[in-house]
């Protein structure tokens, strides 16, 4: 488990092999079982494949392109209970995409969805107003290993009892 | 791993037992491991212990008392690149911590610091303007099996290329 934390990388180019609908239920499971605030869950996934897709990753040109299936996780702002956190929320729920991702010999990247593209997006999935777009995940098998690189463990940023 | 990322529970009763300094050590490596915007690493982590862990608790009561240690997961808004961003960094971070503490048999939960309470939790670790505290993860042996759940895999809250 600390091997699978410690080894993810950012994947950004992959094959065209598709991921499983089984691969995909488990890493949304993986998604959903991520702690949140007072358990609001207040998150909401659209799996992303084909020409949506496309459509997507021309609004979000920060996304890498060549994944078959990517998943757009959404704030939730209907279910948040604690003003903010649904961010957190979120997060959370992203990180245990990447390491499920990971742990399957997928690859994936955690990108952002930019502020000024929320809109843009919105429109394209037809979102309704209290869900707001918050990262998005492509998906596939990795067309290279990625570099290692070693661990990002920094001391200097671990303090004891006080600054 | 997609075991340890289904079975993780939050933990509120601790043992007494002290976690190992290498254990302490192998959960920063893990959070530091976590991605973070465009690299940025935006985070700081304070260990507390003893008295300063007591008067912690004492500010921020919503976390729970009874674990020999906790990690404050801070914001570093002078090593933020993206404005708004380290709040990200530092829950996927946190979310990495809360798993390897899992995957070593410990038991932690995530609990927020919240704003009402950030000044005086700077007074007491002496933390710089520019580090926010994000969130306190106590740390140690449970005191008790939490009880199983469901997964919280909710299929109504998947879409397919569309809400």
Known sequence: MLDIINSRRSVRKFKTD???EQD???ILEAAMNAPSAGN???WQFVVLQGETLQKYLAINNNAP???PVGI?????????????????DCAAATQNILLAVHAKGLGSVWTAVFPQNVADVRTLL???EHI??????PIGYPAATPA??????????VHHNKW
Chains 1, 2 share one sequence.
């Open 132 to 137: 707001t777009p918050f990262a998005f995940v």
């Open 40 to 42: 609001e869950q207040a």
């Open 65 to 67: 392109k060549g994944a």
């Open 24 to 26: 995909l239920t488990d």
């Open 72 to 88: 757009l996780v959404c704030q939730d702002l209907q279910a948040e209970k604690y003003a903010g956190f649904a961010v957190q």
């Open 18 to 20: 598709p991921v499983s």
């Open 126 to 128: 037809a979102l309704p």
């Open 148 to 157: 290692n690189r070693s661990s990002r463990y920094a001391a200097a940023r």
